[in-house]
């Protein structure tokens, strides 16, 4: 849900320079209250542009005479949704460090291999000279 808003990119916006990296960013043309995402960039640099309220599943307008049940409604999936950002947050935060600790691991192998060998020199080196 969604009022309007001033538009974010320039009047003249050069769908020419659109990356993927712009993909799902929001721009309104000056003069219309029509706001619009990019949603999808071809590898031939075609650019498809769409409506935001396909975006937001059809919501076009703001309701601000919400029922009770409306509003537990509403609180209900946000519940849900922050919920989920947080469970995928802490899968991120694990993910990383299992990746640090192999890292480590590794690290500390490669680290004790090159000086069981410095020391297996040093001792063969001792032993041809005396």
């Known amino acids: 849900m969604y009022g309007a808003y001033p538009p974010i990119q320039k009047a003249d916006l050069d769908l020419s320079k659109i990356t993927t990296a712009d993909l799902n960013k929001f721009y309104q043309r000056p003069g219309e209250d029509i706001i619009y995402y990019i949603a999808e960039v071809r590898t031939n640099g075609q650019v498809v542009v769409r409506e935001a309220s396909e975006f937001f599943g059809g919501v076009t307008k703001f309701n601000g005479n919400m029922t009770a049940d409306l509003k537990q409604v509403m609180r209900g999936e946000y519940a849900e949704k922050q919920i989920l950002l947080t469970q995928r947050s802490a899968d991120q935060t694990a993910f990383v460090t299992s990746i640090t600790q192999r890292y480590s691991t590794f690290s500390d192998m ?10 297996f020199y040093n001792e063969l080196a001792r032993n041809l000279r005396g």
């Open 110 to 119: 490669a680290s004790n291999l090159l000086k069981t060998l410095i020391n």
